[in-house]
């Protein structure tokens, strides 16, 4: 089971991190994604970690505003956003894949999935 937190209505220009808290076995050998739901858009990669934290991947959307890290004494995948813009304005989504320790940025390769957290960026 994943459930993700930390989702609010903020301001552009700001920060936020998400977290995603893992159990039932669902972590240590996962890699971890995160994937993002605009309204009336498909849902879109964000960012992912490798099983180890050794390695991570974002989209060129958010590459360098957006940092990804996860805790595996905690079970937990964290999002740290800075610079948020009104394009980010999305529900966020955790979500682990349990193949090879390596990066996808396709949502159909991803066995688990959490149950989302809004996030709304004002102008």
């Known amino acids: 089971q994943l459930v993700e937190s930390g989702g609010a209505l903020v301001k552009a220009g700001d920060s936020l991190i998400l977290s995603c808290a893992a159990s039932?076995?669902?972590?240590?050998?996962?890699?971890m994604g995160w994937f993002r739901q605009a309204p009336g858009k498909e849902r879109e990669f964000v960012a992912a970690?490798?099983?180890?934290?050794?390695?991570?991947g974002y989209s060129e959307s958010v590459r360098g505003r957006f940092t990804i890290s996860r805790d595996n004494d905690r079970n937990t995948v964290y999002l740290q956003m800075n610079s948020l813009n009104v394009e980010d304005t999305a529900i966020y989504y955790c979500a682990g894949r349990g193949a090879m320790d390596v990066i996808s940025m396709t949502a159909s390769e991803y066995a688990y999935w959490g149950q989302g957290t809004q996030v709304t960026v004002s102008s």
């Open positions: 039932g076995g669902i972590f240590r050998g996962y890699v």
């Open positions: 970690i490798g099983r180890s934290g050794s390695w991570t």
